[in-house]
Nanobody
């Protein structure tokens, strides 16, 4: 059974940092495209950053480039999102997602991921 468990969300002031973690189980981790998405009420889930565990370069949404860094630890089957220089507009529920194929042009589409975590809230105050 595939399970993704996020942690690390919280409240922070603008300019601050947070690190999110996503622990995966029940999958052959190295075969998966992993992603971080975020969602605010009334809006679609937005792709933030993705990484192919097998080794390809990560990709970022323009809104977070230069501020967020996605990484992963194969041994721990855990993906991370280091978020620096946080802005109030980064406030959202953050989800990790997994899909069992190489990341492709679909990588920022929520509809192409089969597995999701329960989400962790990030709140950035001005």
């Amino acid at each position: 059974q595939v399970q993704l468990v996020e942690s690390g969300g919280g409240s922070v002031q603008a300019g601050g940092s947070l690190r999110l973690s996503c622990a995966a189980s029940g999958i052959i981790y190295s075969w998966y495209c992993m992603g971080w998405f975020r969602q605010v009420p009334g809006k679609e889930r937005e792709g933030v950053a993705t990484i192919y565990v097998g080794g390809a370069s990560p990709a970022y949404a323009d809104s977070v480039k230069g501020r967020f860094t996605i990484s992963q630890d194969n041994a721990k089957k855990t993906m991370y999102l280091q978020m620096n220089s946080l802005k109030p507009e980064d406030t959202a529920m953050y989800y990790c997602a997994a899909e069992g194929r190489i990341c492709g042009s679909w990588r920022f589409s929520q509809y192409d991921y089969n597995y999701w975590g329960q989400g962790t809230q990030v709140t950035v105050s001005s």
